[in-house]
């Protein structure tokens, strides 16, 4: 397994490690070789030391609207990070194939369950515990969180063990696909859908059901829905408030645990918007909410 910093990441395989205050690095390795090109995942954990237990997992899953965004996006929330490895939790963070003209989301979502499988098959090599596993992504992110979470074995190569995800964290990620509530505030909103569903509108409705983390709980026994906490702002511009308030309402039908921190005033990110009183909680706060919600379920 290689160690990896930012500087010098080639171009098309730009994944990277963080230097931290204890010197520690992200470990990058390949998981998934498609068509020449290779797919990586950056392991952020403590050095492991003889005689250490197996890790908790964290798969991580970044943002970008589907198709953009990169695998260090852990190092964003520094605090939450660190606090993971503090935990023993080794965050392993996912680059899958970004949607396209050529891409949509079935290759997408192969990725992302080819991606926990490797993991999963190699929990002795990497001393990994995949009874103590949940996933967390923000934005695009936190909506592939969800799936993997609820479909995750639907998805990808199979034959092969599909661990069971104890919870997830989701920050800012739009719960239904194929309607427009989650694309209110977007210009050009048939460019996401083209890139994500195909050229074809008339499938893109039924592509985004099959996608959706709300019509997927709604169809799955109470007892599949594990713990979620989830962080929205009231001036998300990108993904409706309304988006939780529905996957919250669903787990609460269903006598499930669902956690909704509403962050006020926060865009998007979760950050100060002009004109506005700051953002609450502010992003340390918040980053500790994540962390004692971690720690209580693993």
């Known amino acids: 397994m290689e160690k990896t910093g930012r500087k010098g990441a080639a171009r098309g395989k730009r994944v990277v490690g963080m230097q931290a205050e204890r010197g520690k690095i992200a470990e990058r390795t390949v998981y998934k070789t498609v068509d020449g090109e290779e797919l990586t995942a950056l392991i952020y954990r403590r050095p492991r030391k003889e005689g250490d237990g197996l890790s ?151 592509s985004g059901r099959q996608i959706s983390p709300l019509y997927i709980a709604e169809e799955l026994p109470p007892a599949a829905l594990m713990p979620v906490i989830a962080v929205h702002s009231t001036h998300d511009e990108l993904v409706s408030p309304r988006q939780p308030e529905r996957l919250r309402d669903c787990w609460e039908r269903a006598g499930r645990e669902f956690r909704l921190v509403v962050v006020q005033n926060g865009s998007h990110a979760f950050g100060n918007i002009p004109g506005l009183p700051p953002a609450e909680p502010a992003q340390d706060e918040l980053q500790r909410i994540l962390g004692d919600f971690v720690e209580a379920h693993l």
């Open 56 to 206: 908790p997992v964290c798969f991580w899953f970044h943002g970008g609207s589907w198709t953009g965004g990169h695998p260090w996006e852990p190092e964003l929330l520094p605090l939450f990070l660190r606090r993971l490895n503090d935990l023993g939790v080794a965050v392993i963070s996912c680059q899958y194939r970004l949607c396209s003209e050529t891409n949509h989301w079935t290759e997408m979502m192969a990725d992302c369950s080819d991606f926990i499988r490797f993991f999963a098959a190699r929990t002795g090599e990497l001393g990994l515990d995949m009874d103590r596993v949940f996933t967390c992504g923000a934005s695009a992110g936190g909506h592939l969180s969800l799936m993997e979470a609820l479909a995750g074995d639907r998805f990808g190569q199979k034959g092969t063990a599909f661990p069971k995800i104890r919870f997830v964290v989701d920050l800012c990620g739009p719960v239904t696909l194929g309607e427009r509530l989650n694309w209110e505030h977007v210009k050009n909103p048939e460019k996401h859908y083209r890139l994500l569903f195909g050229p074809d509108p008339s499938g893109w409705r039924s």
